[in-house]
Nanobody, 122 residues
Framework: QVQLVESGGGLVQAGGSLRLSCAASGRTSYSYNMGWFRQTPGKEREFVTA????????YYTDSVKGRFTISRDNAKNTVYLQMNSLKPEDTAVYYC???????????????WGQGTQVTVSS
């Protein structure tokens, strides 16, 4: 079992930045590939980005390329999502996710966090 706890969401003006964190716990959490999804009311959960367990591979959906950066610190069992140049359309609940097998993009997830709200005002 892997437990994921997100933090760092909040309200920010368009053009601003936020950094989300996801703390993972569990005996083998360090071996999981990690990712972020987001969801707005009435829409399906959308894949945003992922990072391999080693940190050597990353993948981004087109809408966030050049603005978002995913990283991880395996010593702290934590993955980060640095979000810059935020737009109102980035407003969503952001979910941390863990997946044992690496694919791009992710169609399935092994474990989910509880989500953190990000609101970008215009």
């Amino acid at each position: 079992q892997v437990q994921l706890v997100e933090s760092g969401g909040g309200l920010v003006q368009a053009g601003g930045s936020l950094r989300l964190s996801c703390a993972a716990s569990g005996r083998t959490s360090y071996s999981y590939n990690m990712g972020w999804f987001r969801q707005t009311p009435g829409k399906e959960r959308e894949f945003v980005t992922a990072i391999s367990w080693s940190g050597r591979s990353t993948y981004y959906t087109d809408s966030v390329k050049g603005r978002f950066t995913i990283s991880r610190d395996n010593a702290k069992n934590t993955v980060y999502l640095q979000m810059n140049s935020l737009k109102p359309e980035d407003t969503a609940v952001y979910y941390c996710a863990a997946r044992l097998h690496w694919t791009t993009p992710w169609s399935t997830v092994d474990y989910w966090g509880q989500g953190t709200q990000v609101t970008v005002s215009s």
